[in-house]
């Protein structure tokens, strides 16, 4: 069967892309609707407890969704699972109150309590309770004074008793319909990651059930079907699967076949027209509640809304990446934090102020905070957008995410990034910056700069010429190998986006083969080295005065002078000014699965020092009528008909 068609399994409960989509169908709410649950603890052992819910003294038992205080103890949920984003919800929907629903047994006091935008605590609402024997009990709390910031959370106080809570659920009035929802998983050759997320979703009743379809566009030769797990999978997904195979496009290419998809579906399903896609990396340790949270806001918001979820750390599970981002287009950087925004911080540690004092205080980020853009780790967006905007650029991967957003943002919808609806993804400094990719991150941040700001083209040569300068020092010549292709890539205009991005891939990992210095080694087994010979050299204190020292480390390098002959350096300590001494260096990889081996060549900086010259003069000669031709192109590249040609759907 060829590559790029649709195929299932032989279980019957498999459904084929294009088909079985009359799941996507609009709902009739059963009652209130559920936009949040009370967890007490998360889907995994790694996930801490204390993300979901505190003992303030005394003793408790947190389960998944039950709770046991013990006499004489408190528990809240002032936590980052546990509290609701009362501000996003005051700001973006057309909801003016939340009920706290409760089942319950024991005696003891429940409190609502809620923050403002400077971390401030008020109770609203509480109640003593004696006696209860899985009876329900309802708290109900204004969505009235958190327009700039505030959450809202519970406290579970006991006295002489056990109080346990069998169920807890915010509640919200639903809408008159529920729109349907579909994941949408693009995978390659992450089988067992991509296996795991499904497990999750299926093993979670009450956040499958906000689901209608899952769609997993499996791009790699690894495939998920080929795993033992798959036939367990299509039957507790229940004939939601629509199982995808076709050639590796990248992000934008799978996430934008879940887009076809559904889409698709609309012009013969009228209901398809308002579905909701929510996108979901692979890679992921899922927590199935970010369905329920982001699916339940998105009915909400009085318009289509794009709702995205927030990264923890994989490898620091209390660790937050971002409260929200944008994109700086002067220096081709995404993934920037909005300012207020709570950025790469422990939820479970104090705050600091800006002279590096504990505060006393938690890190909570109570101020609402707006983003720009929403990365596509966990992301809901609206079938209604895409109707409007069209597909992702073909940009294979990396800034398709950022591009999308702004594209959406410049037609008039938002972006909201929703606290609480978290998963844990890989840590992305725990990934090194010398890979292939980075061909993409720099060559699809002229493309997505171009399209969606004005940046003077003298500015961004300057920034790139900055960070080849760095690379040249650091002798990591295929690197700059790769900078310099990104660039040249982008000067051929939107023409050479045709085929999605595979031919690129496949040129930039046959250049960087011809640098060594891109290659990993066992720590244990670096060619042609005795570790003896290898002293590990610490670096100094980071220069105050950089355009100074860049200038001597030119010099030097000018020269042929090196004030080290070789050592060994750690990833901390692999800066530009301390390894840019070195004739040879072994440096830790950004994975800590190995090192890279650099060596001064002379003759290799030369040259792409001399090509550096060159490709930046044509950049700023040519970037303001190459920002032309990238807009105009904007709409065939993101048509129905050019994506169907890259799918091989014809």
Not at 460 to 478: D, W
Not at 535 to 562: C, D, E, F, H
Request: glycine share 8%.
């Amino acid at each position: 069967m060829p590559a790029s068609s649709s195929i299932t399994s032989d279980a019957a409960t498999a459904q084929p892309a294009g088909k079985g989509d009359e799941r996507l169908v609009e709902h009739a709410p059963t009652g209130r609707l559920v936009v949040q649950r009370g967890l007490f603890r998360g889907p995994d052992p790694v996930c801490p407890d204390d993300l979901y819910a505190q003992v303030t003294f005394g003793a408790a038992v947190r389960e998944r969704q039950r709770l046991v205080v013990h006499a004489g103890s408190e528990v809240t949920t002032d936590t980052y699972f546990g509290r609701f984003p009362a501000s996003y919800w005051q700001r973006w929907t057309v909801v003016d109150s939340v009920d706290v629903e409760i089942t319950a047994s024991g005696s003891g006091r429940i409190a609502v309590v809620a923050s403002d935008v400077a971390g401030e605590t008020r109770t609203v609402a509480a109640r003593d309770v004696s006696g209860l024997s899985g009876e329900s009990i309802t708290l109900s709390a204004k969505l009235d004074k958190f327009v700039d910031g505030g959450f809202l959370w519970l406290e579970f106080t006991t006295g002489e008793s056990d109080f346990v809570v069998e169920k807890l659920r915010w509640t919200v009035e639903p809408p008159h319909r529920l729109r349907p929802t579909a994941v949408v998983i693009c995978t390659f050759n992450r089988a067992d990651d991509c296996t795991k997320t499904l497990q999750s979703l299926g093993g979670d009743p009450e956040a499958l059930d906000v689901l209608d379809a899952i769609y997993v566009v499996d791009q790699g030769s690894d495939t998920v079907e080929s795993r033992p797990a798959f036939p367990d999978i299509e039957k507790a997904l229940d004939g939601r699967l629509r199982y995808i195979r076709q050639p590796n496009l990248g992000g934008a290419g799978g996430f934008g076949r879940g887009m076809y998809e559904v889409t698709e579906a609309a012009r013969v399903n009228s209901d398809a027209e308002h579905a909701n896609l929510l996108f979901m990396d692979d890679d992921v340790l899922c927590e199935p509640e970010i369905a329920i949270r982001l699916t339940a806001f998105a009915n909400r918001t009085p318009e289509p809304t794009i709702v995205g979820g927030q990264m923890l750390r994989l490898l620091h599970p209390t660790v937050l990446l971002a409260g929200a981002e944008y994109a700086d287009f002067a220096q081709l950087k995404p993934g920037k934090v909005v300012t207020n925004a709570l950025d790469d911080v422990d939820l479970l540690a104090e705050e600091v102020d800006e002279e590096g004092i504990p505060t006393g205080k938690i890190n909570r980020g109570d101020r609402r905070v707006d983003a720009d853009y929403n990365a596509w780790w966990s992301c809901l967006i609206p079938a209604e957008v895409v109707a409007k905007i069209g597909l992702p650029l073909p940009l294979f991967f990396q800034w398709d995410d950022v591009e999308y957003g702004y594209r959406a943002r410049a037609n008039g919808f938002a972006t909201v990034t929703l606290p609480g609806a978290g998963l844990w993804h890989a840590d992305f400094d725990w990934k090194d910056a010398d890979k292939w990719n980075e061909y993409f991150a720099v060559r699809n941040s002229l493309i997505v700069s171009s399209l969606h700001a004005a940046i003077e083209p003298k500015h961004h040569a300057r920034v790139i010429l900055s960070r080849i300068s760095r690379y040249l020092l650091t002798m990591q010549y295929g690197l700059a190998a790769t900078i310099l292709k990104s660039v040249e890539d982008f000067l051929r205009g939107p023409e050479f986006l045709h085929d999605g991005g595979q031919t690129a891939a496949k040129e930039v990992f046959a250049l960087r083969k011809e640098y060594p210095d891109t290659v990993m080694h066992k720590a244990s087994e670096v060619p042609g080295l005795k570790a003896g010979t290898v002293p590990l050299i610490q670096a100094g204190p980071k220069p105050t005065k950089n355009r100074l020292v860049m200038a001597k480390r030119l010099a030097y390098l000018a020269l042929g002078r090196t004030v080290h002959p070789i050592g060994a350096v750690s990833k901390e300590d692999a800066t530009w000014w301390h390894v840019s001494q070195f004739a040879t260096a072994v440096v830790t990889d950004g994975s800590q699965e190995g090192v890279r081996l650099r060596k001064r060549d002379r003759e290799t900086t030369i040259r792409l020092a001399k090509q550096t010259a060159r490709v930046l003069r044509t950049l700023v000669a040519e970037m303001p009528r190459l920002r032309e031709e990238y807009r105009a192109a904007v709409p065939q590249l993101t048509s129905r008909e050019n994506w169907r040609r890259l799918y091989n759907m014809d």
